[in-house]
């Protein structure tokens, strides 16, 4: 276990070190750096997870919601981009805490793509939904969170943030992880895909009015019915639950 | 000392006001094949996941459960076990997967598990399917892949939990041979709570019934039908060749199957049957002319040539196989798919020129999985949405009908908290508050014990006897026989024949009741239901 | 049939795949853009995924042609002028920069396209459980969950459709209420049912023991020499990247695009790396008829 550990540090230690002679000795590629380190921060996310042994009834109720978020947007096929993948994800953060909200988005997001296909935008979607749940978690005890209008400006703030998280994939392909980072053409690319951000921004906040209060409801009740409520709590100040036998 | 041992147990859940089990004791010997029946709710799953620690339910226990002697905390006897629904208890995408789950878990090296998938496989004759994905999967050959993927981790004891309530007759036969043989040939012990009692009577060594969390009666097959016999309401749960034996008063050994009481049937004086039956021709309601539909271009047609008159006050009972396109001709019907081809006729108006609003207010739709129906988390909500969206005025009719259905009481529940029966009456209720002109009901009898069923038949009746008329689809030979009107058999997607039951029973070979299987040899007499043949049936002295 | 290089082991392909990745975005260089575009057409013509590459054509060819006209419109940078268009300077390079932007786009989405066929949920799920175990068996519970939850949610809209609440029927606000009243059923069913499968994972012994994997696929030596060369090839290349070879320079002072001795050189390593499938496959086939 000793052992393991040391290997893991040093390892990490090393990317880092790489990460950062690479960003030193080309500069012209540090685009592409920064998706390294998008991919690797998941990473320390995806490990911590795996260091933690979670009970069944915690990696299926990940798992339903995961594939609730993936395949949300079937019933709106008749109604162009409207999708409440965004939705769950920040519901499932938002009462079951930071961690568990990355991992639904980033498994939602990577399940979906290996249903339908990967491309260059896998680990970007990963990242951004990812993300969604995250701060959705780590903001679960605030004040703004506890009311709905909080709540309503999170999301907002997320419909355009989406956009913008997945629009630097793009950009990037488009300035091929170039020298040129011009204002203007950012932001006319990204002025682009504001009617975009803002449709998904709207039907954040439709739902979000509408079915917020119901939601956390509905998954607070199956929290206790999974038994992770002392789990949830405590993992929030970073102490090892005690698991409860069912 | 038996090999499992359940002395005075109790069990309740937390803020349950009963205990689901109360002061049970049972001994089950190795080798044995115990069948567990009783109403749902009577505690068969709670006892089932008492003897398996993994899954033992939070509560407050007492008394003592052994295992070959060992107390279940400490227990190290394999136990397998299987659970009702075939869908839910698969955990990965493809069967391969599936099956290795269990001995990955165990942490078994990859040859070891190599070698116990191609056994596996090898028995179960399931080759082809080691590659498929498990979501292309039937219900019934989920319920096997199940079974291979406990049977694979080498239990001594199986315990099965309705495993065949989900499934046609063809495979739920299927799965419970496989049982059989299990037991026969590898000498395992088995413990199997059942709805579906014919069949699997004959192969108990011992049966033993639950109420209320106790054991009721408990023994050798015929010694405890016997003893039911005598204590109604149990007596529902006597099959129909030993019913129709016990009610015509025989005294020998108690036939079980066809077989045994064949012999016994040419014995028997048969009455002519009174074959004037009043048949009023009434005004037609639901027509279907030439139906194709298919979900996907390409998938093949699931309806074909389709052609069916429903007329006012029939209780039209559509039997066929899985896969023929029944629960797809209901949704047909109830308006939700489109015909690709053919006329829809409802109230000589078609189908299509309806509102869909209107036309949900005729027509009642009553699907498979009741549960999906609701949306509101109490039944009084759902009901409150239902008025609302129909404008309804007669708030006062819903206390008598919820009375009349027999689940008042349950009016503030969540609906997953009801049980299969319960359930589907409360989504009766909300269909009835808009007082539909037919009910289009997908496998009622699913799952159903036989008191929920004859409670469910009698509900149906009546309304029928109101003018509602009925078409339901079913596997249930012995419900349609008993209660329909009219009966088709569907088949590759058209109705291949119809006609009344006692007809259409009479000139079908498998796929016919009891009775009727009973009466055979006696060519001339079309008796069908139990009914029919204790009213004819005399001893002859 | 299967053919040779999807029989590799899923490390084999998932590294050749990832590296080629990086070579797309390394090598920009029209000469090599092209040899990469050749090559991955025909590993996707050899793994039979042209059909699948026509799927994506249409948002392949805008997306490029948006990427190739707008960079000079954004862009004045270089020496070149060619035109004047509404005061704006459209230069050569930034022309040639965005044509190239707009192939490596293409290269690599069309890479995604084998990659899709080749690395099956499967293989790559099997990689996951190798360094990621509870990742894995998360990840194998939602593919497993996901059908699951569409053929449920078709149901939910029947049923709910035979009540007279639809998605297709009535204001937009009351369509899209609809739709997510439907995936509350859904999620409420769900979270219902699943706490069978996480009982069904318990009875099965889940997290009992040290869990241990099925080995679907075997490390052969095959697969170690594979390695090796992918590595060493790669290695040589990312070499001569850094000594300047494999890339033009449009900025600020754009190079001839003519290849010099050392360009040539790693433009062979290059080849032969992105060859290795096809190198594979006919090295099959010319086994196969000379046995036969």
Same mark, same amino acid.
């Given at each position: ?74 019933? !709106? ?18 009462? !079951? ?74 950009? !990037?392909? !488009? ?8 204002? &203007? ?58 698991? &409860?036998?069912? | ?9 109790? @069990? ?262 009174? +074959? ?55 949704? *047909? ?176 070979? @498998? ?24 009213? *004819?049936? +005399?001893?002859?002295? | ?28 260089? /029209? ?89 099956? /949920? ?24 996901? /059908? ?145």
């Amino acid at each position: 276990m000793q052992a393991k550990k040391i290997i893991v540090t040093s390892a990490a230690l090393l990317m880092v070190a790489l990460l950062l002679y690479l960003s030193f000795s080309l500069q012209s590629q540090y685009i592409w750096i920064s998706l390294a380190i998008v991919v690797l921060s998941m990473l320390l996310l995806l490990i911590r997870f795996e260091k933690r042994k979670a009970e069944p009834r915690e990696l299926v109720l990940l798992a339903v919601l995961a594939a609730i978020a993936a395949v949300g947007r079937v019933p !709106f096929a008749s109604i162009p981009s409207v999708q409440p993948t965004t939705f769950v994800i920040m519901m499932s953060g938002l009462v !079951f805490g930071a961690e568990s909200g990355f991992i639904i988005g980033a498994v939602a997001a990577l399940a979906s793509n290996m249903i339908l296909g990967q491309g260059p935008w896998t680990p970007w979607q990963m990242a951004a939904w990812g993300l969604v749940g995250f701060s959705a978690g780590l903001l679960k005890n605030s004040r703004l969170m506890n009311w709905t209008w909080g709540r309503v400006v999170f999301g907002i703030v997320w419909g355009f943030l989406f956009g913008w998280i997945m629009n630097i994939w793009g950009y !990037f392909s !488009f300035t091929q992880g170039g020298n040129l980072f011009e204002l &203007k053409s950012i932001f006319t690319y990204f002025a682009a895909s504001a009617l975009f951000d803002a449709m998904h921004a709207a039907s954040n906040v439709f739902f979000l009015v509408l079915f917020g209060k119901a939601w956390i409801k509905i998954l607070t009740r199956f929290k206790r019915k999974y038994g992770l409520m002392e789990f949830r709590e405590l993992s929030s100040l970073n102490i090892k639950p005690i698991h &409860k036998k069912y | 000392m038996a090999y499992i041992e359940l002395k005075n147990v109790s @069990f309740s859940y937390p803020e349950a006001n009963q205990p689901a089990i109360h002061n049970l004791s049972l001994q089950v010997e190795k080798g044995q094949f115990i069948v567990l029946f009783g109403a749902s709710g009577s505690g068969k799953s709670t006892l089932l996941r008492l003897l398996k620690k993994e899954i033992m339910p939070h509560g407050e226990l007492s008394g003592e459960i052994l295992l070959d002697g060992v107390s279940i905390e400490n227990q190290t006897v394999n136990t397998g076990f299987v659970f009702q629904d075939p869908e839910n208890q698969v955990v990965a995408d493809n069967v391969l997967h599936e099956m290795v789950f269990g001995l990955e878990n165990i942490g078994l090296s990859t040859n070891e598990m190599r070698s116990r998938v191609a056994e596996m496989v090898h028995y179960f004759d399931a080759e082809n399917l080691l590659n498929r994905d498990t979501h292309e999967l039937s219900g019934g050959m989920k319920q096997q892949i199940n079974l291979a993927s406990v049977l694979l981790m080498q239990p001594d004891i199986l315990l099965l939990d309705e495993p065949t309530a989900q499934l046609d007759p063809v495979s739920a036969r299927e799965f419970l041979n496989m049982l059989v043989h299990l037991n026969e040939e590898f000498g395992m012990t088995i413990i199997l709570a059942e709805h579906r009692l014919e069949e699997i009577f004959l192969l108990a060594d011992s049966i033993v019934l639950m109420d209320k969390g106790e054991v009721k009666v408990q023994g050798e097959t015929r010694q405890v039908l016997e003893n039911l016999w005598k204590n109604p309401p149990f007596n529902k749960y006597v099959p129909s060749i030993p019913s129709l034996y016990l009610s015509l008063g025989g005294k020998e050994k108690l036939p079980l199957s066809v077989k045994e009481g064949r012999s016994w049937t040419q014995t028997v004086e048969i009455a002519k049957k009174d +074959r004037t039956r009043l048949t009023e021709i009434t005004e037609e309601l639901l027509n279907a002319q030439n139906i194709y539909f298919q979900y996907q271009k390409d998938d093949g047609y699931i309806l074909k040539e389709l052609n069916l008159s429903i007329r006012k006050g029939d209780f039209y009972a559509l039997l066929g196989g899985n896969g023929s396109g029944k629960s797809t001709l209901l949704k *047909l019907l109830a308006g939700v798919l489109k015909p690709e081809r053919g006329k829809l006729i409802f109230k000589g108006k078609q189908l299509k020129a309806w509102k869909n609003k209107n036309l949900a207010a005729e027509i009642g739709y009553l699907p498979q999985n009741p549960k999906l129906f609701f949306i509101q988390d109490t039944v009084e909500k759902e009901i409150q949405d239902t008025t609302e969206q129909w404008g309804l005025k007669n708030e006062h009719e819903v206390a008598p009908l919820l009375e009349k259905l027999g689940i008042n009481h349950l009016r503030h529940n969540n609906p997953y908290d009801l049980s299969g029966g319960e359930l589907q009456k409360a989504a009766l209720a909300c269909l009835l508050l808009r007082k539909p002109e037919i009910l289009l009901l997908d496998e009622p009898t699913k799952g159903l014990d036989p008191l929920s069923k004859d409670n469910l038949a009698d509900i149906l009746c009546k309304l029928n006897c109101e003018g509602v008329s009925i078409l339901m689809s079913t596997h249930d030979v012995e419900f349609a026989a008993r209660y329909a009107s009219k009966c088709g058999m569907m088949f590759q997607g058209s109705i291949t024949s119809e006609s009344e039951p006692d007809a259409f029973f009479s000139g079908n070979f @498998f796929y016919t009741t009891m009775v009727q299987r009973l009466f055979r040899s006696r060519p001339d007499e079309q008796i069908v239901t139990l009914e029919e043949a204790v009213e *004819l049936c +005399r001893l002859r002295r | 049939m299967k053919s040779r290089f999807e029989e590799f082991h899923p490390l084999v392909s998932f590294i050749f795949f990832v590296l080629a990745l990086s070579l797309f975005i390394l090598m920009i260089h /029209p000469v090599f853009l092209l040899l990469g575009l050749i090559f991955i057409l025909m590993i996707n013509i050899t793994y039979r995924s042209v059909e699948q590459l026509r799927q994506w054509a249409a948002f392949m060819i805008i997306s490029s042609l948006f990427i190739f006209l707008l960079n000079p419109l954004f862009n004045e940078r270089g020496r070149h002028v060619l035109f004047m268009f509404h005061q704006h300077r459209i230069t050569a390079e930034s022309l040639i920069y965005g044509g190239m932007s707009a192939l490596s786009l293409v290269i690599i989405m069309a890479m995604f396209v084998s990659y899709n066929k080749i690395m099956t /949920p499967n293989k790559l799920l099997y990689l996951f459980s190798k360094i990621l175990p509870q990742f894995a068996v998360l990840l194998m519970l939602t593919l497993r969950f996901i /059908p699951l939850m569409k053929r449920r949610l078709d149901e939910i809209s029947s049923i709910q459709l035979s009540k007279g609440i639809s998605v297709l029927h009535g204001a937009l606000n009351k369509r899209v209420k609809t739709g997510l009243l439907y995936v509350q059923v859904l999620l409420t069913y769900s979270l219902e049912e699943a706490i069978q499968t996480a009982d069904s994972m318990k009875a099965r012994g889940y997290g009992t023991r040290v869990r241990s994997s099925y080995e679907y696929f075997k490390f052969k030596k095959r697969d170690g020499l594979a390695l090796v060369y992918l590595l060493l090839l790669y290695l040589l290349i990312l070499w001569g990247r850094f000594n300047g070879f494999g890339h033009l320079t449009v900025y600020p002072i754009m190079e001839s695009w003519q290849l010099g001795t050392g360009d040539i050189r790693i433009m062979l390593f290059y080849c032969l790396f992105l060859g290795f499938p096809l190198l594979i496959e006919l090295g099959g086939y010319i086994r196969w008829h000379i046995l036969n």
